[in-house]
């Protein structure tokens, strides 16, 4: 990938979840933020988007912290042409101080937010020229809000800028032939949640007798059309996953083709907590299928880095057997003395999900209810003789005995050291008390 358009470096100081922030070390393909809530993924994909496209995403802009004496955003990304381009740009008499220049990275970047939003930047229609002589409306960035995904959107000058999916998903369909449903349709069987339960388009439909609106449906594989609005929440999140892929994809194309350039060799595409509203047949498929989607619809000779930020270790388990250490990483954000911490990750195969829930990923010291974690802690805790770590509530062999019978199963593996334990320490009595 040496040589093309890709995200390397961000470092945020006196903004967001730390007085400094990274430096974050990208890698060229896929990227994986994991960390507790509140900590800053969100806003380093947020900071992310920005510095690749000078605008904010949902039209939320950072502010710095109250107790910064000064704040800026660091970045640096490859350039097609030789070295790396880098800048630092600081927050300045309360605004952030871009420098007059477009932009400098030329490819198509996306970002998928959690609530259903979506952010594309387009070199062919929002990397304009700033010659007197160009007439189009210049927008910044595609920015839109859940419904507008799918009811479309019209600019500030009242250009219509995006049909919205139940318009062009129906649109799409009825033309025969159309490339962009032939695109929908193999995105949509690509992100299916597995080989059986596959999301293919039925036949459009009208609901209510008094709506004239088209709506598309999905084929379940018990045989129905459903009305898409009247999907699961999954597949309605899937759904709008693979239509802004291709309406992205294909107005790039159509605008390139107009502007007689050459489409981006590039895609940057930021997903927030991308397995929200998904099964964990489908947890375990999703970053796979996005990139294989990506790269089919756009042709091998597109790089694609994928920056994720997410909390499920079903997603991380599985990238293992495509896990590629020279072009992807893991980076994880902890609490340290009050402050969000970002680390990259020592990448290591954990080979099921309980042991990337206990990785340092997640963190967790027993992938069990709290209850559980609470008296196999003080069960070992009283096995080595360590009474004084003892909760109140467990201060005795039979209080931890009770509260393991309530949260382990009959077959857990932690019972036969348990009971070995208890049967040591019952003869250790019995022959005190013969003595």
Same mark, same amino acid.
């Given at each position: ?120 930047? %387009?070199?062919? +229609?929002?990397?304009? #020229?700033?010659?007197? !002589?160009?007439? *189009? @409306?210049?927008? =910044? /960035? ?25 318009? %062009?998903?129906? +649109?799409?369909?009825? #033309?025969?032939?159309? !490339?962009?449903? *032939? @695109?929908?349709? =193999? /995105? ?44 699961? /929440? ?202």
């Amino acid at each position: 990938m040496e040589g093309n358009v890709m995200l390397k470096l961000l470092t945020l100081k006196g903004v967001g979840p730390a007085g400094a922030f990274g430096p974050v070390e990208f890698a060229p393909r896929l990227n994986f933020i994991t960390g507790d809530n509140g900590l800053g993924k969100s806003f380093l994909l947020d900071a992310a988007w920005w510095v690749l496209t000078r605008t904010w995403a949902r039209g939320v802009e950072a502010v710095p912290r109250e107790s910064a004496a000064s704040a800026s955003i660091g970045f640096a990304f490859s350039k097609v042409t030789a070295g790396v381009k880098e800048g630092e740009i600081p927050f300045d008499q309360g605004v952030w101080r871009q420098p007059k220049a477009r932009p400098s990275i030329p490819g198509v970047v996306i970002y998928a937010g959690v609530d259903g939003s979506f952010s594309a930047w %387009d070199p062919a +229609r929002n990397y304009w #020229n700033d010659s007197p !002589a160009e007439v *189009e @409306e210049k927008i =910044r /960035a595609f920015n839109f809000t859940p419904d507008e995904v799918w009811n479309g959107a019209t600019s500030e000058k009242g250009t219509n800028i995006c049909n919205g999916l139940i318009h %062009d998903w129906v +649109r799409w369909q009825r #033309n025969s032939g159309d !490339a962009a449903f *032939e @695109e929908l349709t =193999r /995105a949509l069987d690509a992100l299916s949640p597995s080989g059986i339960e596959k999301l293919s388009p039925g036949e459009p439909c009208h609901i209510g007798a008094l709506d004239e609106t088209e709506y598309p449906t999905l084929r379940m594989p018990y045989g129905l059309d459903v009305p898409l609005v009247h999907a699961s /929440a999954g597949m309605r999140r899937i759904a709008a996953l693979a239509y802004m892929l291709v309406w992205t994809w294909n107005g790039h194309k159509r605008a390139c083709k107009q502007r007689k350039t050459k489409p981006a060799k590039e895609i940057i595409f930021l997903v927030d907590e991308v397995e929200c509203h998904l099964h964990p047949q489908w947890q375990r498929r999703i970053v796979p299928a996005l990139l294989k989607v990506v790269q089919a619809m756009t042709g091998e000779e597109v790089a694609v880095q994928l920056i994720i930020a997410t909390h499920s270790p079903l997603v991380l388990a599985s990238v293992e057997p495509d896990f590629d250490e020279e072009i992807d990483a893991v980076f994880n954000i902890n609490l340290e003395e009050g402050e969000a911490k970002i680390s990259k990750e020592i990448w290591a195969k954990q080979g099921d999900v309980v042991s990337w829930l206990v990785s340092e990923s997640f963190g967790l010291s027993q992938a069990r209810s709290v209850d559980a974690e609470w008296a196999i802690e003080a069960a070992e805790a009283w096995m080595r003789g360590d009474q004084q770590s003892l909760p109140v509530h467990l201060g005795s062999q039979k209080d931890i005995h009770q509260a393991l019978l309530k949260t382990l199963p009959e077959t857990d593996h932690f019972w036969p050291r348990w009971i070995v334990s208890v049967e040591k320490g019952a003869d250790a009595g019995a022959n005190r008390r013969k003595k």
